[in-house]
């Protein structure tokens, strides 16, 4: 049973920076893509950025410039570097293999950008 597990959020000013991380247990990703999505309240689950196995990156417009995705193929973990957050960068954010089926979702991890 794959299990993520999703740490690093909290409360930051608008300006800060965050760094999230999704820990993968019970399969290797290093040959597949994973992506870290975030829902705000009352709104859909929205895809921020990927990493492939090849670590090319992609990202949303909203957020290109300001996130990094990473990720440590060893330690099984991907990374989601946040600057320059925003108020609209709120939100429970999550990690997932970009394939389906898709693993069980984690629990996420909420950010919140307030002054």
């Known amino acids: 049973q794959v299990q993520l597990v999703e740490s690093g959020g909290g409360l930051v000013q608008p300006g800060g920076s965050l760094r999230l991380s999704c820990a993968v247990s019970g399969s290797s990703f290093s040959i597949i893509t994973m992506d870290w999505y975030r829902q705000a309240p009352g709104k859909q689950r929205e895809l921020v950025a990927s990493?492939?196995?090849?670590?090319?990156?992609n990202y949303a417009d909203s957020v290109k410039g300001r996130f990094t995705i990473s990720k440590d193929n060893a330690k099984n973990t991907v990374f989601l570097q946040m600057d320059s957050l925003k108020p609209e960068d709120t939100g429970v954010y999550y990690c997932n293999k970009r394939s389906l089926p898709k693993w069980p979702w984690g629990q996420g991890t909420q950010v919140t950008v307030s002054s």
């Open positions: 990493i492939t196995r090849s670590s090319i990156t």
